[in-house]
């Protein structure tokens, strides 16, 4: 089944302690994203990839780093989480980023740091 | 790209048809108009979308006015489980580079039994 696969969907983590939520899609997409998701705020893209080797900010890039070694896997990285990083965090993927119907979304990683 | 306008949040009884509207008066001749829904803190789900014509496909039907001004989202038969929180989304098709999709708050939709 073609999907993009978050881990985990919940996390419970203090001020500080580094983490990552992995991100892995199925379907050879060249276009990853991370997007978080906040009450009131919509969402907002915070990393993207184009191919390979190949990052870029989006809007809300602080306290965040991405890497994209292999073209299934985008893992967002939390060097030093803090509490204004709860969020509820989705991994997306398409084709191209021009085809905005392509788009496929994981099923979200709900993140409390306190 | 264009911004939209919708209603915070509407209702509809369970078998009818949910009508959901979208303003994107600032609109240009090269975006199309998307439409995206999200269960209950669930992944976007991608629904259908069009440039002037209206569209139909198994989920719902896109009524785009003559002037593409506005749109409509029609589900024809609403069911429990088209409960959800409704984009909509405008942008051009070949934007190049990122060019991230803009999400607003959406419409959220109530069916009821």
């Known amino acids: 089944e073609a999907q993009v696969t978050q881990n985990p969907r919940y996390l419970i983590t203090v001020t500080g302690k580094k983490l990552t939520v992995t991100c892995s899609q199925n379907?050879?997409?060249?276009?990853m994203s991370w997007y978080r998701q906040d009450p009131g705020l919509g969402l907002r893209q915070i990393y993207y990839s184009m191919n390979v080797e190949v990052t870029d900010k989006g809007d809300v890039p602080e306290g965040y780093k991405v890497s994209r070694k292999e073209k299934r896997n985008f893992p967002l990285i939390l060097e030093s989480p803090s509490p204004n990083q709860t969020s509820l965090y989705f991994c997306?993927?398409?084709?191209?980023?021009?085809?905005?119907?392509?788009?496929?979304f994981g099923s979200g990683t709900r993140l409390t740091v306190v | 790209d264009a911004k939209t306008t919708q209603p915070t949040s509407m209702d509809c009884a369970e078998g009818r048809a949910a009508n959901l509207p979208c303003n994107h008066s600032t609109i240009s001749g090269n975006e199309y108009v998307y439409w995206y829904r999200q269960i209950h803190s669930q992944g976007p789900q991608y629904i259908i979308h069009?440039?002037?014509?209206?569209e139909t496909n198994e989920m719902a039907s896109l009524i785009i006015t003559e002037d593409r001004k506005s749109s409509t989202l029609i589900l024809p038969h609403a069911t429990l489980r088209d409960t959800a929180v409704y984009y909509c989304?405008?942008?051009?098709?070949?934007?190049?580079?990122?060019?991230?999709?803009?999400w607003g708050l959406g419409t959220s939709l109530a069916v009821n039994p």
């Open positions: 997306a993927s398409s084709l191209s980023p021009n085809r905005v119907y392509g788009y496929t």
């Open positions: 379907m050879n997409h060249e276009y």
């Open positions: 069009g440039l002037k014509n209206n």
């Open positions: 989304i405008v942008r051009v098709s070949n934007a190049g580079n990122n060019r991230k999709l803009i």
